[in-house]
């Protein structure tokens, strides 16, 4: 598996991440098949978040690889907090909201570290932002995390510029990654660079040119749902609303010997921004076929002939 940089750290990662968010689908034996397919493939950074099956996702990922000493360093594990999910207490009606408080994220951290069996996170992100944030906070959590040993690296997720700007005023620690929603048939933040200057929808920038402020400040892209489109609306690959898209992808699959899901992960990977793919898939074949694309550069016509076959136009 290919190695990069996480971010500004000297953390040296895999290009593609084991998203843990549906590992409580699993029973006992096919979650420890997942995570031994992952090793030997040389997958070893697994994406978790304490909200995540109400935490029971981290519980099951540490029982699945038999957490040890021996075995944590042999991985990176990354998690998420901020969202704090409960019911209003009448209707029984599910609510989430947004918390990037001192104590909450501090206690997040604590819950995440016991439920994973260890003591450290290599990586910690903030999930979605909270409208109520105060970085002071933020700030003094980081600090608190990073002098304790509990957590080596700090990013954010779902942030645009500006919200990561107003953080790093505050913070000592770099913000090393921004995990984002990208796929070919979601990908406005690229969208609306070729599109500039143009009175068409794609030109409208929805999220602060974050693509290339990400790559200027030295913060790598973690993309979630790399296969899906529209927010969780179903797959591309294979979708009969996909047509033109998905005839181009099989007939590069075929070319390389590789099958579709393969190109669909090359085709982000390409990217010079050398973004960090985050694959949910819960299918031990599926996750080695997104490894493998790791092994393949897409040439630049390969690349923009998939970008147009998803409807994506060029000015």
């Known amino acids: 598996m290919k190695t990069m940089k996480l971010g500004s750290s000297p953390l040296e990662v895999p290009v593609l991440a084991v998203g843990c968010m549906r590992i409580n689908s699993l029973g006992k034996a096919a979650a420890e098949q997942l995570i031994r397919t992952a090793l030997e493939q040389g997958a070893n950074f697994f994406d978790n978040a304490d909200v995540y099956g109400d935490g029971a996702c981290e519980e099951i990922f540490a029982d699945a690889i038999h957490m040890n000493d021996d075995i944590r360093e042999k991985i990176i594990i990354q998690s998420k907090c901020g969202i704090r999910k409960g019911t209003d207490g009448s209707a029984g009606r599910g609510i989430v909201e947004y918390d990037f408080s001192k104590r909450h994220i501090l ?66 620690q770099p913000v090393v990654a921004n995990q984002l929603q990208l796929s070919i048939t979601n990908a406005t933040m690229i969208s609306n660079g070729i599109n500039v200057n143009m009175e068409n929808a794609p030109a409208v ?88 694309a790791a092994d393949i550069r897409l040439t630049r016509e390969e690349w923009y002939d998939i970008y147009r076959a998803a409807g994506n136009k060029i000015p």
């Open 205 to 292: 920038d929805r999220d602060g040119s974050v693509l290339d402020y990400c790559r200027l400040n030295d913060i790598t892209i973690q993309t979630w749902s790399p296969f899906q489109y529209g927010f969780f609306e179903g797959v591309f690959l294979g979708s009969d609303k996909f047509p033109e898209l998905n005839r181009k992808i099989d007939e590069i699959a075929e070319k390389y010997g590789v099958s579709n899901t393969t190109i669909a992960a090359a085709w982000i990977l390409r990217h010079p921004a050398h973004m960090q793919i985050v694959v949910g898939t819960m299918n031990p074949k599926r996750l080695k076929d997104c490894c493998r």
């Open 107 to 172: 206690d997040a951290v604590d819950g995440s570290l016991k439920r994973l069996k260890t003591d450290y996170l290599d990586v910690l992100l903030l999930h979605r932002p909270d409208a109520l944030v105060e970085p002071e906070e933020v700030a003094e959590a980081f600090d608190i995390l990073k002098s304790s040993g509990k957590v080596r690296y700090f990013g954010v997720s779902n942030e645009k510029p500006m919200q990561i700007g107003l953080l790093k005023k505050y913070l000592k």
